[in-house]
Structures are given as C-alpha cells and as structure tokens.
C-alpha cells in the first residue's frame, strides 16, 4: 500500500506475555519512528531509525521494550513481560531523509495494546 | 529539553467561525514546528510545518500557523471553521537538523465544531 502500515491493529494479552508489533514505512523513506500515545495524552516518542545508522533508543521507557529493523524496511517493536501501564496505542511513522522531509512524519493508523 | 503546551483542552466554535488552537513552546536554538490532526478512529496527519522563512505557513484543509519568536508560541488557525474540522489536534516542536522527526508532542486539543 501506499501508507505506512501497522499489524496487528489490535493485541489483548495477559500481562507478562511477550508481543510484537509490526510497521512497514513507506517505500523510499529512510527514516522510521516508534510513538506511543496513551489515553488522553500526547505522543511519547520511544525509538527512531536512520538508514544503516545506530538507533536512537533515548526513549524507550524500560529494558523490557526493544526494537529492530531489518534491511532499512520492515521495523518490529517488542515488548517483554507486558505490564498493565503498557496499554496504549503504538505508533509508526516514517519520513523522507534531508531536509525536504524534515519532520513531516507520515503515521500509521497504529496498534492498540490492551494488557489485562 | 523541549516542551510544548497546549493550554485548551478543549476549543469550541461554531461553523463559519474563525478557529485558534494555541501552542507555546521551549527549546534550545531555532525551532522546527509542526501541527499535526487525528480524526475519530484514523491516524495522526500531517498539517503543516515551521523550518524557516515566512511566519505565516500555510497547510492542508484551509489551515495555517503563524511562528511567533518572541512568544515563543506558534498557534493554529483558519478563517472560517467547518463541522468536518473537528479531531483532534497536536504541536509539536523539534530543535534539530539532523532530526526533526524526534518531535515533542503536546497533550492534543480537541477541536469541536458545532452547526
């Protein structure tokens, strides 16, 4: 497709299982994101790739969260041992590279994570 | 660190109205500045963006912001507001070149536009 698309769109799980949440960015953007948006809160930014560079992980809020990226594409968010307060909606964006696309994040619709 | 506030939770106008949603902002050197919409049950959008140039920028729907150094402040606004325009709405600010992307979002404010 043509957006940035996000699977599954909704997880329930038992707190302490492991999930996964999958984004594939739009094709030709270099750059992808992890947010997480928490009922009537704004976006907590959690992770950022670049191309073949490092990622920037300064915002992941535990060891329990870990993401990959494999072949500049296709990104996987994990989350280890799920605890209740990591109900929330994940989100994956991705961007142009340069400054063309400074900032203009293109969203997915998100993943919604219910931990009962 | 940067921060961005969105002081309304909540704004109300009615249709044909003009609309502001204010944002204010803190961050260490220039700013790169963004408006961005949810709508019920639909992903964040792209509505405008602040780099450099005019303060006056102009985006999608009808929509603009003006950049406002010196108050710090870069509020959201159209002319005339339609019923279609109500969601929800995010400033978020950036203060780096290299990664504009690793944005401050504010809480939201949600639009209501009443017939």
């Known amino acids: 497709g043509a957006g940035v698309s996000q699977s599954p769109s909704n997880k329930v799980t038992e707190k302490g299982k492991d999930v996964e949440l999958r984004c594939d960015p739009i094709?030709?953007?270099?750059?992808l994101y992890w947010y997480r948006q928490s009922l009537g809160q704004g976006l907590e930014f959690l992770i950022y790739?670049?191309?073949?560079?490092?990622?920037?992980k300064s915002g992941l809020p535990s060891d329990r969260f870990s993401a990959e990226r494999t072949g500049g594409s296709v990104s996987t968010l994990t989350i280890q041992r799920t605890q209740q307060e990591d109900s929330a909606v994940y989100l994956c964006?991705?961007?142009?590279?340069?400054?063309?696309?400074?900032?203009?994040?293109?969203f997915g619709e998100g993943s919604r994570l219910t931990v009962l | 660190a940067q921060s961005v506030a969105q002081p309304e939770d909540q704004v109300n106008v009615a249709e044909g109205n003009p609309l502001t949603v204010k944002c204010t902002y803190s961050v260490s050197g220039n700013p790169y500045l963004f408006w961005y919409v949810q709508y019920p049950n639909r992903g964040l959008q792209f509505l405008l963006k602040?780099?450099?140039?005019?303060?006056l920028v102009k985006g999608s729907y009808g929509f603009e912001a003006e950049f406002n150094k010196s108050q710090t402040s870069f509020h959201l606004k159209k002319p005339s507001a339609l019923v279609s325009d109500s969601a929800l709405y995010f400033c978020a600010v950036s203060p780096q070149r290299t990664n504009a992307g690793k944005s401050t979002f504010g809480d939201g404010t949600t639009l209501t536009v009443k017939p």
């Open positions: 964006a991705s961007s142009l590279p340069g400054l063309a696309g400074a900032g203009e994040l293109f």
């Open positions: 094709s030709g953007h270099t750059a």
């Open positions: 602040y780099i450099t140039g005019d303060n």
């Open positions: 790739f670049q191309g073949n560079s490092a990622p920037d």
